[in-house]
């Protein structure tokens, strides 16, 4: 059995991760922290009766794999004595997700307190970097953003099909993505009939995407993000927009992405109907209800050959493929089991 | 392994059932039948890519165990073959819930077809059967309010401490509850920022209500019910208010209810905190977010000391507690497995 | 025209009132209150670029008519100089609901600073009190459950139907009736799936409407309320179940109903469709989202004839009919003005 | 007084202008038809007991102006007559909306009823057409996507300052965009927690996006439209990118968008404020909640100079600004009142 700990569990990203490792036929949870002396069950009710209990930082020792859920420049500051005490780090926050210390300072607007984990880390998208992670110590678990967004165009990228200076993606989050700390936007009469543009422009995670995809390009990629919340707590959606470099017809891209994606449990392509005029009724489309507190990915995408666009869809649970569990997934390649274990479980319907 | 079939699984009920089946350690499923062409995976989108497929209903072959979810009548029609070829069935249905031929035709408006079926049948509220589940070939799975509330109520009227005349039961219920046959009413538009009541007196769980909870007060008990929609996907939450007939000390009636459900893995007593001016943050209530998509109850109850008044609040998902997951708890049950098996997931936070 | 000054609109209350006045044909208004430098448009943007300003509240002189939207205690703390200096005062809180101080002290748990005013109050539901309105120099707007259901048991309780001591009063509410102070239970991601139970036991609004329905009654009534948030924004819904002392027939009390609010703009009674079955569409319901941001009550009601039960279903805005909205009602009414005027636009939909 | 009717009310878009005509003050409803005898008031129960009633089409006269709230194609067949009989028209459907007979064939897929109407047609954006409009006898309302992103684009179009080639437009629209058309993805448990894609590439409205903008352009314009629903009732968000062909900068950009609209009413700029990192409390965006229910439309910027893009928000209200609303603001202008006239009411906050 892996021995598990999670440093930070209060928060809706470390509870996610427990939720699930705690049914994880693989591993044992040693222990999840909180600073606070509020029992787990009244901050995530989802745990009431169970049995299930914080401990304090204090009492947190080094095990074979410690889960970061804190907030940006913590991990820096917490992770070494775990390393040094031999555990493995998934790190779910951004402390190691970029390769140059001056953008990330630049970016996160503070000093980094250990850059040499940084340059260890592994950025954690398993379909891009499973061989390195097998063998890491140290896991930068990606943006939620970042994961959708570098699914959808990492087989256009792969393949240099479009315009690296001219892609951009919107994307759309549920609540959960920005956390419990209150804030008058995210109160419920405020947003409940409400579309929240925010980081319109140079949002963090654009750095990341960007840092990854040139690296599939060996080229610089430049992406323009926009980001919205709209009113549902899990999920996000983003919609990447390219324009093809040569001639791109719908069933030769659909079929790029089915390829690349064959072998990949978590990623599904679906076949988006192409008539408009067909009913929704039980036709495919990538939801993000159907992925929500999964680990699942689904992508769909259409061509207009008329005006020379492909628009990829991509669907993940911000704090389920898109965080907490992708983070599993990643310490399932790191100790050598088969990545599905204690990840199969289907999503719910309706959510 | 128990094998096991869905009758009907193109519906939310069906679906449930099997979207927890497959994964349940000591069940095969054999088959869930649609009598549409339309693929598993576009009517539910949480099974894209996994493999699943629908059988037509005349594929349906006997097996160890089968689930119903049919429209109220149907099941009454179409289980005999089964039963006759050694099936147990679990009816998610109204079908076998009634006790009195006469009262089923005048509450459901039609005539029954198996009526012998009917009296076979066991009430699947497992914490009050659980002896005459395990020896039944027949289960009625009680209604979705009926479980909420039938739980909410039994340690008071086993203990006959309120006025059996002046139950009131408000009942609120998330959309799911209405299936999914298209209405106005739950077009979004209409009900994003509505509540809607419907069915305001003599709704047709009243009578399982009050026919389990008179057995167990060897008395007749009426319950004074009224259901309304609230913008929510899923989840129940019954209000129950009764009157004491004698003296009620709220520590004394929620000592009741932990001794009551002490040996329950899936009721849970919540304390609800007393002091009114206490911020909600990070305290215990019954929350049906905290048990959907999950077999868990949540009850809560508070006493007003001043006037003579005891409410307990209920929550449960309408398909999960209250539908396609007690029915497995009933299914584990009867084959002599832990009752636990298979549904011991916890539920998901944030919902 | 009526000048007019809002103390306090910051708030969801004080700015629901100012975005009517600004529009009312009859008034003036002369001042609206924050303490703080933001511009009205960053907190409430309707009225983004329309030259609504902030006043200081230093700045605030008295006119022909105040409105407070204070937290509790603080009009009583403020009221006096307007008073002095001619003003009408209508207060948005609790400060002048309660006849009894020591009720109100022990309920509000705070000592209370003008009693005098508070003696002077007038209740401000317009239905019972018009002629006292007429000539008031303080108003007591009712609390927003407080509104629903007095008007929604003021038939029954006027009529000496039901008993008095047995009375169930359900209160399901939107987030604004919350306020805009943050806390983790609003927070989006905690309630947009879920049902909130609070103040089960003992709501402070249950002794304003035990006091006025007791004066109707001229009889001791008891109301057992409880509420609960609902993830709407807007509305709140009272359930009153009553118990009927003699034989009451539904076409009966429907009749009792339509003649008691005849002459009555503001409150409709609905005719609830008796067939269960029926479907919802295009069916007379009262729905919150169609008094949404209006004046309007609307009340529906059934009879459980088989059970001897009264159910009563009423239907407003907490910060429109619950709330600014009747007192400006209010206002109308103590300055002779017909009382539609500036508040009979329609209701939206959909909301 | 404008005599006017409206022609199909049973639908959102009649009813919402039914809303507002009907407390205009230079306007008299002389009827509004449905074909149904449903009454009004079951449809809309935002007209409960306010005396409104529909007329059957049949009974529907000339008068002075006429709404057409119809299906595609519908307007072109019924308009005729009232033109006759010398009524003004507003179509809120896509009659007459595109300028060449063989595009509108091929985007509807039907054959046009009445192309010399068409022709008449002046397209109703208020702010870029004025003065045609004051002079028309026959209006296409535009879409309401389209209105958005065409005051969104107008000012960049006009003064040459993007590449026409590669604007990217993702729309999101709240589910009264789709209509009273009873749909699966529409049912609230399918899109209570999802974000639904549809018409992804070659969307109706790019249509006369691109015509409006060339036109503006003198040049071709291409528009890469795709659109989304998500869970709110009301309202729509445009995200609209554009590549700058020179350099941009993001005060003159503000500044040109601050000058072109200066003298509208109803189109309002917001300065988004540039820090990302300030809390959202309290600053300014363009926010939906803001305009539903209204005829404004609220427009903020960015510029993203490091990586050379332009993101334009554009919200407004499908039935609002973007329907209903500005067919309204049309009419005043065609019969030379003030365009506020009844239509100046501030938006809802809390919406």
């Given at each position: 059995m892996i021995k598990a700990g999670i440093y930070g569990a209060s928060g809706y990203m470390g509870s996610e991760a427990l939720r699930v490792l705690l049914k994880?036929?693989?591993?044992?949870?040693e222990w999840a922290t909180s600073r606070?002396?509020?029992?787990i069950e009244h901050y995530h009710k989802n745990f009431y009766g169970r049995g299930v209990r914080f401990v304090k930082p204090s009492e947190a020792a080094p095990c074979d794999v410690v889960f970061f859920a804190l907030p940006t420049g913590l991990t820096a500051e917490h992770c070494r004595p775990f390393l040094n005490g031999g555990s493995k780090v998934i790190d779910f926050g951004a402390d190691f997700r970029l390769n140059d210390k001056s953008e990330w300072e630049s970016v996160y607007k503070k000093s980094h307190a250990d850059w040499a984990s940084a340059q260890e880390a592994v950025y954690g998208v398993c379909e891009l970097h499973r061989d390195e992670i097998a063998k890491a110590r140290i896991i930068a678990n990606p943006g939620c953003f970042s994961s959708s967004s570098i699914l959808a165009l990492a087989p256009l990228i792969s393949e240099n099909l479009?315009?690296?200076?001219?892609i951009i993606v919107d994307g759309l989050s549920g609540t959960?993505?920005?956390?419990?700390?209150?804030d008058l936007a995210l109160h419920h009469p405020e947003i409940d009939n409400n579309i929240l543009p925010y980081n319109?422009?140079?949002?963090?995670?654009s750095y990341e995407i960007e840092q990854e995809l040139s690296l599939l390009a060996e080229n610089k990629v430049t992406i323009n993000f926009s980001s919205c919340y709209v009113p549902i707590s899990r999920g996000i959606l983003t919609i990447n927009h390219c324009f093809p470099v040569r001639n791109a017809e719908r069933g030769d891209i659909l079929g790029l992405y089915k390829d690349f994606y064959?072998?990949?449990?978590f990623v599904k392509v679906i076949d988006i109907p192409k008539d408009e005029n067909a009913s929704w009724n039980y036709l495919p489309y990538p939801w993000v209800a159907a992925v929500s507190a999964t680990n699942f990915c689904h992508i769909g995408l259409d061509v207009d050959e008329k005006r020379n666009r492909i628009v990829v869809y991509s669907v993940l649970d911000s704090i389920g493929k898109g965080g907490a569990l992708v983070g599993i997934q990643n310490m399932n390649i790191m100790f050598g089991l088969d990545e599905k274990t204690g990840l199969d479980f289907f999503g719910i319907h309706p959510y």
């Open positions: 994880h036929p693989g591993v044992s949870v606070s002396d509020t029992p479009i315009d690296l200076d001219k959960v993505g920005a956390g419990d700390d209150l319109v422009v140079d949002h963090r995670h064959r072998d990949e449990f």
